[in-house]
């Protein structure tokens, strides 16, 4: 089954709220091996000027998984994940994520093309937090390998 091309410019309802926590900001800085002291000790982030440990910042993936599993899980998508590829990723930030947000995220399909026999999806993911602002708006291309 192919990638179902109506997809493009498709809204997802939101995802369920992801409620920030000070281990999962560590156990995800310590994955990347990010040492900064911002995401592992609180009065380092405090002293800072924040008010919880910050979330490294690739920490959003995290986030817009759960939206694109949504997207993966679509009746209509046509989308064979043991066939896809993560092309591409990218952040854009209004402010950094901190421990204690609760943040809900929202994929849109941006495009979908189709490139040598495979097909490309871009999805991106707004993410806001419990009072609806902005905080981080994650892309991602994901490539749909085509038959062999």
Known sequence: MAVNPALEGRVLPPALAYLVGREKVREFARAVLSTSPL??????????????????????IV???KTLAQLL??????IDFSRVVHGEQRFSYSRPIVAGDE???????????????????TAVSDITDSSGAHVVTATSTLVVRGDE
């Open 39 to 60: 995401s592992h000790d609180v009065a380092a982030a405090r002293a800072a000027g924040y008010s919880d440990l910050v979330a490294p910042p690739t920490f959003p």
């Open 63 to 65: 986030v817009q998984e």
């Open 73 to 78: 899980a679509e009746p209509d998508a046509g």
């Open 103 to 121: 943040l809900i995220a929202q994929l849109t399909v941006a495009s979908i093309k189709t490139l040598g026999g495979h097909t490309m999806i």
